[in-house]
Nanobody, 115 residues
């Protein structure tokens, strides 16, 4: 059974930082492209960043230079370091394999950025 558990969200002021973690069981992060997704209030879920098995990273334009995705193969965990946060980054953040598998969605972690 595959389980992904996100943590690290919270309430932060604009300009602040948060580090999200995604603990994975049942799939190996070293053998899968892993991604962070987010769903802002009233909007669709979107892919924010992903990291390939070889370590190549992709970011959407709005987070480039502010967010950094990484992974620890030994801990089977994926991270998202978020700096210079903006109110528009407010969303529930999820991790999943890429392309995502619907059955793998966890509860997510809420990130709220106040202005």
């Amino acid at each position: 059974q595959v389980q992904l558990v996100e943590s690290g969200g919270g309430l932060v002021q604009a300009g602040g930082s948060l580090r999200l973690s995604c603990g994975v069981s049942g799939r190996s992060v070293s053998r899968n492209t892993m991604g962070w997704f987010r769903q802002p209030p009233g909007k669709q879920r979107e892919l924010v960043a992903h990291i390939t098995t070889g370590g190549t990273k992709f970011y959407i334009d709005s987070v480039k230079g502010r967010f950094t995705i990484s992974k620890d193969n030994a801990k089977n965990t994926v991270y998202l370091q978020m700096n210079s946060l903006r109110p528009e980054d407010t969303a529930i953040y999820y991790c999943n394999v890429v392309p995502f598998v619907p059955d793998y969605w966890g509860q997510g972690t809420q990130v709220t950025v106040s202005s």
